[in-house]
């Protein structure tokens, strides 16, 4: 009887795991989205997302494309003409849900990566100190 119930803990354990971070995009980056908070850290950890004004937005779009009304090399709020970069899936990163890179880049390897978080979007940029762009959806 007891070997019974180990074996149905057992079963009832993996049939109920599930995996609590969703990393497919799906449908929840396809959509556009608003920048409200931006994060510089100086270098030692102490750096949190604070509010900006700027009307800068990024798309996302079904085919794995990506637009902003400004530049999409590194980080900045400045708003200006369009860029345009491709995304998709990184299912092996165990931090975050995927990558864009961007076009016409001075490095050819550049590459931003994002996250949900709640139901903001973040983008990480790759630099020394922490940098990153918190965005809000809008449509």
Same mark, same amino acid.
């Given at each position: ?5 180990i ?13 609590? !971070? !969703?990393?497919?995009? +799906?449908?929840?980056?396809v959509s ?9 850290? /100086?270098?030692? +950890?102490? +750096? &949190? $997302?604070? /509010?900006v *004004?700027s009307?800068?937005?990024? =798309?996302?779009? !079904?085919?794995?494309?990506?637009k902003?009304? +400004? @530049? ?5 709020s =400045?708003?200006?003409? &369009? ?5 998709? !899936?990184? @299912?092996d990163? #165990?931090?975050?849900?995927? #990558?864009?890179? /961007?076009?016409?880049? =001075?490095? @050819? *390897?550049t590459?931003?990566?994002?996250q $949900? ?19 809000s959806?809008i449509?």
């Amino acid at each position: 009887m007891y070997r019974y119930f180990i074996i149905l803990l057992v079963m009832l354990t993996f049939s109920s795991c599930t995996i609590s !971070d !969703d990393k497919s995009l +799906g449908k929840n980056v396809v959509s556009k989205w608003t920048l409200i908070e931006q994060l510089a850290d /100086p270098g030692d +950890g102490s +750096g &949190v $997302f604070m /509010p900006v *004004e700027s009307n800068r937005t990024i =798309e996302f779009y !079904d085919d794995g494309t990506v637009k902003t009304n +400004g @530049e999409l090399c590194y980080m900045s709020s =400045e708003v200006g003409s &369009v860029h345009f970069g491709a995304y998709s !899936d990184t @299912e092996d990163n #165990e931090y975050f849900n995927g #990558e864009i890179i /961007p076009d016409g880049c =001075e490095y @050819e *390897e550049t590459k931003i990566y994002f996250q $949900f978080d709640d139901s903001n979007l973040i983008l990480w940029y790759l630099c020394i100190e922490g940098c990153g762009q918190k965005y809000s959806k809008i449509e």
